[in-house]
């Protein structure tokens, strides 16, 4: 079945820092690939996606590529800020599964210091 | 704007008790979806819906019983709460069309906790 693995936090930084959190997956489709954040005491919402291979997905200063070939979509931002701090979830739906389910990573959270 | 509205926000429980969750989204979504995070634990999801009067079991549906009689609201119940099921609970949406390229919506989240 289909799956996401992340990079296991948590993840300390340090304010402009350049951050990466890396996510890559295994499906057996051609899956749509997203980034979700979340703050405390919320829930998730969309930061990114990527539909197809090479897609570039940006939002807020963070960028993540859909890499086919590596089966990757590793999440990037220049310099991070104290805002930034939050949990981040790469996250998979399949065409070709059942209700258009996703598959989450298990999140990844980083805390960013002034 | 409200998107997808979770209620209640906090609750307290006894083992033994029994409560509904309830999920309400005004996009006019098809499909919705109940899930439980847990620390170190990621999302797991319990149950979903395609649409009006259908329901289905995700990867952790033991303890838990869902319906959905109004496209808007997706209810999930548990019937004899217990310890293991102190939570946080969420709801998400997503539309039918272009679903395979559409995000999913979520709600703010119930936390549940279990005495």
């Known amino acids: 079945g289909d799956s996401v693995t992340q990079m296991e936090g948590p993840v300390t930084l340090s304010e402009e820092a350049f951050l990466t959190i890396n996510c890559t997956y295994t499906?057996?489709?051609?899956?749509?690939l997203f980034w979700y954040v979340q703050y405390p005491g919320e829930g998730l919402q969309l930061l990114l996606k990527?539909?197809?291979?090479?897609d570039k997905g940006s939002n807020k200063g963070f960028e993540a590529t859909y890499r086919k070939e590596t089966t990757s979509f590793h999440l990037e931002k220049g310099s991070v800020q104290v805002s930034d701090s939050a949990v981040y979830f790469c996250?998979?739906?399949?065409?070709?599964?059942?209700?258009?389910?996703?598959?989450f990573g298990d999140g990844t959270t980083l805390t960013v210091k002034p | 704007n409200a998107g997808v509205t979770q209620t209640p926000k906090f609750r307290v429980l006894k083992t033994g008790q029994s409560m509904t969750l309830l999920c309400a989204q005004d996009?006019?979504?098809?499909?919705m979806y109940w899930y439980r995070q847990d620390p170190g634990m990621g999302l797991r999801l319990i149950h979903y819906?395609?649409?009006?009067?259908t329901t289905a079991k995700g990867e952790v549906p033991d303890g838990y019983n869902v319906s959905r009689l109004k496209k808007q609201n997706f209810l999930l119940g548990l019937e004899s709460a217990a310890p293991s099921q102190t939570s946080v609970y969420f709801c998400?949406?997503?539309?039918?069309w272009g679903m395979g390229n559409q995000p999913q919506h979520f709600g703010d989240g119930t936390r549940l906790s279990i005495l």
């Open positions: 998400a949406s997503t539309p039918e």
């Open positions: 499906a057996t489709g051609y899956p749509s």
């Open positions: 990527a539909t197809k291979a090479d």
């Open positions: 996250a998979l739906r399949d065409l070709n599964t059942n209700a258009g389910k996703s598959t």
């Open positions: 996009m006019n979504h098809e499909y």
């Open positions: 819906s395609v649409g009006e009067g």
